[in-house]
């Protein structure tokens, strides 16, 4: 049988609640007394409790069950509420004087309130609730920044196993497009193939499913397509996004990823994305063919973030059918047709020196690889830009005082087969809460 | 891929997922935390400790600079099993990002952690502590490697849920160093 029963231990207090009557305790020794005393800290101590956990949470604590008691059974309603958080980042980038093969690289240094995000959510109960997220780009709409909504959506939870999300969604591929608060990652910038193949933020509007089960996680979504007139060979899919903005919604796409997350600490996942592009769009040479645009991206993510390593790799490639069609769309001739096929991937590491210490501060230097082709394959008749073909180098260090706030700095090597490239130092500040 | 043929697949996990999973748990209430975590025939009975100045700075120092202790009046329960103790539990309410959770922290008589459990949890659900990673506390003392720079490893995508809890049970375990919870009590209660 559960039984609860409560006793103060009552230390110093006791002692000075007896000092304070003085005459009831030392004259009398009325055990009446000191019980009432009892009772009243009792009742102060329980209020203390309440208030500090919440009304919700102490339910008739003082009292006996047996088994399932009438407050076992009964039905705790959440709070009910509004969520806020955020995040942000400001970010000074300095270009070289020259690029790789010595020319000028033209390139104004440069700073810039990168983003200023506001997250509102909402739970109705303890099974709906709505999620946002609002992006100020830029610092100022009268200065080529914007505002938009980076994500909205109604969730319906069922079962941990299974959950019904609807509206503005996260595509879930990769690390960075579903969570990319600049403390949480090492870099000033997102690694390029988490940003042209993979093209971060990228949202769109949709239903699907998610949740987890065991030591497995999963988002699938059905989401409007890219649009391809976005499409191009040194941006990759990125302009092809279209954010919920008035999307063309004539092909849709699956989107989809599972996630190892049994061991804490490590990720290991794959994700893919499968639809066509064309929205409706005819050739100019053959207005009575319709454009496919078969667009499919894969990705495989893997993560070790323990004992003070943050480990990181990952790869990403993506396919486009009718690329041909899609340059004739655009008009694209030469080395500006879109990629065929495009390949990126990269491994970073840092390790936490201040890990020894007592305190939240940590210091990460950290180092990155990556290489990114957006035109790994071009179609017939087409040739790739030797500069889309970048290998970037990335090594810095990042200091989080706290594990909401970093700065971050590092210095990028950048070269492509053209000899264009041109390197680049970067100091970031971000935070999030 | 036809909208038809995504929805059909769709529907089809849904379906499959439906039919052997668990409903979603509820929050718990105090009593049915302590409950799940001392089953009969133990009893359990709440005390207060007083902690003194001295005591409370000596908590403040074991916990940490990122773990404040701020509260001289803590409530706990002891579970007892035929009269031998077998845990007790300290409910913590903390900000994860703006707003709040409660957690039940068991500790066992050898002074380790033995169980976690979430009462409440009011951020969205994708920052909610899931219980494999609440798992890697258990059997940890309160020790330098009790912090996400040592052994405890951070929850993907929920930096500040990880932090939250990993100061919670900091700030409880050195608290209960200094209240000394299975002895016996200073005075008998009501």
């Known amino acids: 049988m559960f039984r609860m029963v409560a006793k103060a231990r009552w230390g110093g207090l006791a002692a000075s609640l007896l000092m304070a009557a003085p005459a009831a305790a030392q004259e009398t020794t009325d055990t009446a007394e000191i019980r009432r005393l009892q009772e009243q800290v009792e009742a102060i101590t329980r209020e203390l409790e309440e208030l500090r956990l919440g009304r919700e949470v102490v339910v008739q604590a003082d009292t006996s069950i047996s088994g399932l008691g009438p407050a076992a059974s009964k039905v705790y309603k959440?709070?009910?509420?509004?969520?806020?958080?955020?995040?942000?980042?400001?970010?000074?980038?300095?270009?070289?004087?020259?690029?790789?093969?010595?020319?000028?690289?033209?390139?104004?240094?440069?700073?810039?309130?990168?983003?200023?995000?506001?997250?509102?959510?909402?739970?109705?109960?303890?099974?709906?609730?709505?999620?946002?997220?609002?992006?100020?780009?830029?610092?100022?709409?009268?200065?080529?920044?914007?505002?938009?909504?980076?994500?909205?959506?109604?969730?319906?939870?069922i079962r941990p196993e299974f959950g019904l999300r609807g509206?503005?969604?996260?595509?879930?591929?990769?690390?960075?497009?579903?969570?990319?608060?600049?403390?949480?990652?090492?870099?000033?910038?997102?690694?390029?193939?988490?940003?042209?193949?993979?093209?971060?933020?990228?949202?769109?509007?949709?239903?699907?499913?998610?949740?987890?089960?065991?030591?497995?996680?999963?988002?699938?979504?059905?989401?409007?397509?890219?649009?391809?007139?976005?499409?191009?060979?040194d941006e990759g899919l990125r302009e092809g996004r279209q954010d919920g903005a008035e999307a063309a919604a004539q092909n849709f796409g699956g989107v989809g990823r599972v996630d190892y997350i049994g061991i804490p600490g490590v990720t290991l996942g794959t994700s893919a994305y499968f639809g066509n592009s064309g929205q409706g769009a005819s050739l100019p040479s053959a207005p009575e063919t319709t454009v496919g645009a078969q667009t499919f991206i894969w990705d495989g993510h893997a993560e070790y973030k323990a004992r003070g390593f943050e480990l990181r790799g990952l790869l990403a490639l993506s396919t486009l059918d009718d690329a041909?069609?899609?340059?004739?769309?655009?008009?694209?001739?030469?080395?500006?047709?879109?990629?065929?096929?495009?390949?990126?991937?990269?491994?970073?590491?840092?390790?936490?020196?201040?890990?020894?210490?007592?305190?939240?501060?940590?210091?990460?230097?950290?180092?990155?690889?990556?290489?990114?082709?957006?035109?790994?394959?071009?179609?017939?008749?087409?040739?790739?830009?030797?500069?889309?073909?970048?290998?970037?180098?990335?090594?810095?260090?990042?200091?989080?005082?706290?594990?909401?706030i970093s700065l971050k700095a590092d210095y990028q090597i950048v070269s492509n087969e053209a000899e264009t490239g041109v390197n680049q130092l970067n100091v970031n500040l971000g935070y999030l809460f | 891929m036809s909208i038809w043929a995504t929805c059909s697949s769709l529907v089809a996990g849904a379906a499959l997922l439906?039919?052997?999973?668990?409903?979603?748990?509820?929050?718990?209430?105090?009593?049915?935390?302590?409950?799940?975590?001392?089953?009969?025939?133990?009893?359990?009975?709440?005390?207060?400790?007083?902690?003194?100045?001295?005591?409370?700075?000596?908590?403040?120092?074991?916990?940490?600079?990122?773990?404040?202790?701020?509260?001289?009046?803590?409530s706990y329960y002891v579970a007892t099993r035929g009269g031998a103790p077998v845990g007790v539990a300290y409910f913590d309410s903390h900000r994860v990002r703006t707003l709040n959770e409660v957690l039940m922290i068991v500790v066992g008589p050898d002074d380790?952690?033995?169980?976690?459990?979430?009462?409440?949890?009011?951020?969205?659900?994708?920052?909610?502590?899931?219980?494999?990673?609440?798992?890697?506390?258990?059997?940890?003392?309160?020790?330098?490697?009790?912090?996400?720079?040592?052994?405890?490893r951070a929850m993907t995508g929920a930096t500040l849920t990880s932090n939250a809890v990993t100061r919670s049970v900091r700030r409880v375990l050195a608290l209960h160093r200094r209240i000394h919870p299975f002895a016996p009590a200073a005075s008998t209660g009501p």
């Not at chain 2, 001392?38 to 403040?60: G, I, K, N, Q």
């Not at chain 2, 459990?117 to 003392?141: K, M, S």
């Open chain 1, 78 to 157: 959440t709070p009910q509420g509004v969520s806020i958080g955020g995040y942000g980042e400001f970010l000074y980038e300095n270009f070289a004087g020259s690029r790789e093969d010595d020319a000028p690289s033209g390139l104004t240094d440069r700073i810039d309130a990168v983003r200023a995000i506001i997250y509102v959510g909402y739970k109705f109960s303890d099974k709906v609730l709505f999620n946002s997220e609002t992006e100020f780009e830029h610092g100022s709409t009268e200065d080529g920044g914007s505002v938009s909504v980076e994500f909205a959506y109604l969730d319906y939870r």
């Open chain 2, 112 to 152: 380790k952690v033995r169980r976690i459990e979430v009462l409440r949890f009011a951020e969205p659900p994708e920052y909610h502590p899931r219980d494999g990673w609440l798992a890697q506390f258990e059997g940890h003392t309160l020790a330098p490697d009790l912090s996400l720079k040592g052994s405890i």
């Open chain 1, 167 to 233: 509206g503005l969604v996260l595509a879930p591929m990769g690390f960075l497009n579903e969570i990319h608060e600049p403390p949480t990652f090492l870099g000033t910038v997102r690694p390029e193939t988490e940003r042209l193949i993979i093209p971060s933020t990228w949202r769109e509007v949709g239903v699907g499913m998610f949740g987890e089960r065991k030591s497995f996680a999963y988002r699938a979504y059905l989401i409007n397509g890219f649009d391809a007139t976005g499409f191009s060979a």
């Open chain 1, 324 to 404: 041909a069609e899609v340059n004739e769309l655009n008009g694209l001739t030469g080395a500006e047709s879109v990629g065929e096929r495009m390949l990126g991937w990269y491994l970073q590491g840092g390790y936490d020196v201040l890990r020894g210490r007592s305190g939240p501060q940590q210091l990460l230097p950290y180092v990155r690889y990556e290489q990114i082709n957006t035109q790994d394959e071009v179609p017939d008749g087409f040739t790739a830009d030797p500069a889309n073909n970048r290998r970037i180098v990335t090594a810095g260090a990042a200091w989080r005082p706290m594990p909401n």
């Open chain 2, 18 to 74: 439906l039919g052997s999973a668990p409903p979603l748990r509820a929050q718990l209430s105090l009593e049915e935390a302590l409950q799940a975590a001392f089953p009969p025939p133990a009893e359990v009975e709440r005390r207060t400790a007083f902690l003194s100045s001295a005591a409370l700075d000596s908590a403040r120092a074991d916990a940490g600079s990122d773990a404040p202790v701020d509260q001289s009046v803590v």
